[in-house]
């Protein structure tokens, strides 16, 4: 589970403006896909790369919860909650000189799994993403949509209870992409996924549960379909303030 509470982020910026998140309350629970939507600038990567520990709150609060629903505050014990996350970036930075299984098996001893639970996990994925062929490629000779795959790996090489996606799709042809949300909705039904994207209709096939970030703030989608209306309504009416 992934719990957000009362999150407010704020920093300058190099005009010395301040950009703020105010406020920002929501839940990933275990089980279940949840949708963050928003136009550039909303604050959406602030709240993600919050939840993934890159920084910290101003003020609030980010819990991450293990499979036995223990709480971890992202702030007091850092390298413990990422540890329960698994991230996919919008854009892959993966290191380009690696091979593809030299990348998994170092993914896979940083987060301490021994040589034989690593090579175990890396056969599954492997089998998961379409990448048994490709393990002794140079991560730099490797399609868009290939190094997707390999970063959708590395993410999951650890099994965690906790799955951050932000624009999963990026790179994706459209068979995969069908393949990509049958892949989803079968690991939520034992880990909470929170998907950042762009693309409406993701949510409306994927999430049970989504909201949309606005100029800093959160808002809860109340008919997910009906999810164009209420963006629609949201953002035409904040831009005639």
Known sequence: MIEVESFCKEYKSHSKTVFKVQNVCFTVEKGSITGLVGPNGSGKSTVIK??????????????????ENQRVDICEQNEKAMELCGYVPEITRLPPDMKVIDFLMYAAKC?????ETAKERIKTLCNDFQLSDLLNNLIKNLSKGQQQRVSFAQALIHN?????????INGLDPSQIIAFRSYIKEQSKTKAILI????????????????????GQIHHVQNLANIENEYLKLTSAEEAK
């Open 50 to 67: 919050a939840i993934c520990g890159f920084h910290y709150p101003t003020s609030g609060h980010i819990f991450i919860s293990d499979n």
């Open 111 to 115: 987060h301490n799994l021994s040589v």
């Open 160 to 168: 965690p209870p906790n799955l951050i996606l932000d624009e999963p």
């Open 196 to 215: 950042s994207t762009h693309i409406l209709s993701e949510v409306n096939n994927l999430c049970q549960n989504a909201f949309i970030m606005h100029k």
